[in-house]
């Protein structure tokens, strides 16, 4: 694997576990078994290396969502596909732990790929949304992208709540419960 390949992904797994504070050119040397030199000469500094990192989760992210949501089946199947898929629940998520980062937030380097993955997430599911209120499947009178926002949180808050409990099952409660919710309208 080439210098750079490690370095990202040894700093996608730090940013992940530590966040961006905990996340030291140290640690990400250490764990890559890359050299000072070596770093320096593919980023220019530590936030250089966790844009390309967070630029990576990101695409990541939204390449494992797309694949449910461009699957098979009906609108309703391809939201539950997504909501149901096997997660690392108390880990929480790569993208959205960054968005609790202040470190993160307040540099636009780093904050871009969160903006971007979210707004990415709410607006394929908006179309998935209303597609489903197309096809008769859920009530038409909701406005999709209010829906898709309201999914997003539940994924995110379900993560928290997981985390919170040291447990899988709140955010499989929400998952289920936001699934109830589109079933019944």
């Known amino acids: 694997m080439a210098t750079s390949e490690r370095l990202i992904e040894t700093t996608q797994e730090l940013l992940?576990?530590?966040?961006?504070?905990?996340?030291?050119?140290?640690?990400?040397?250490?764990r890559s078994g890359v050299g000072q030199g070596s770093m320096y000469h593919h980023f220019s500094g530590k936030s250089d290396l966790a844009a390309a990192a967070l630029g990576?989760?990101?695409?990541?992210?939204?390449?494992?969502?797309?694949?449910?949501?461009?699957?098979?089946?009906?609108a309703y199947e391809r939201i539950e596909a997504y909501l149901l898929r096997d997660r690392e629940v108390l880990r929480g998520c790569r993208?959205?732990?960054?968005?609790?980062?202040?470190?993160?937030?307040?540099?636009?380097?780093?904050?871009?790929?969160?903006?971007?993955?979210?707004?990415?997430?709410?607006g394929r599911l908006a179309d998935l949304v209303a597609e489903g209120q197309a096809a008769g499947e859920f009530a038409t009178g909701p406005d999709p992208a209010e829906v898709a926002a309201a999914i997003a949180a539940v994924v995110?808050?379900?993560?928290?709540?997981?985390?919170?409990?040291?447990?899988p099952e709140p955010f499989l409660r929400a998952v289920r419960g936001a699934l109830a919710l589109l079933r019944a309208h």
Do not use: C, H, N
């Open 156 to 167: 995110q808050g379900g993560y928290v709540l997981a985390r919170a409990a040291d447990s």
């Open 16 to 30: 992940w576990e530590r966040g961006y504070v905990g996340t030291s050119p140290k640690a990400i040397q250490q």
């Open 95 to 122: 993208i959205g732990r960054m968005a609790q980062d202040p470190d993160v937030i307040a540099e636009p380097q780093l904050r871009r790929p969160v903006g971007e993955t979210f707004d990415w997430l709410r």
């Open 56 to 74: 990576r989760s990101a695409e990541q992210l939204r390449a494992l969502a797309e694949e449910q949501f461009s699957g098979p089946g009906t």
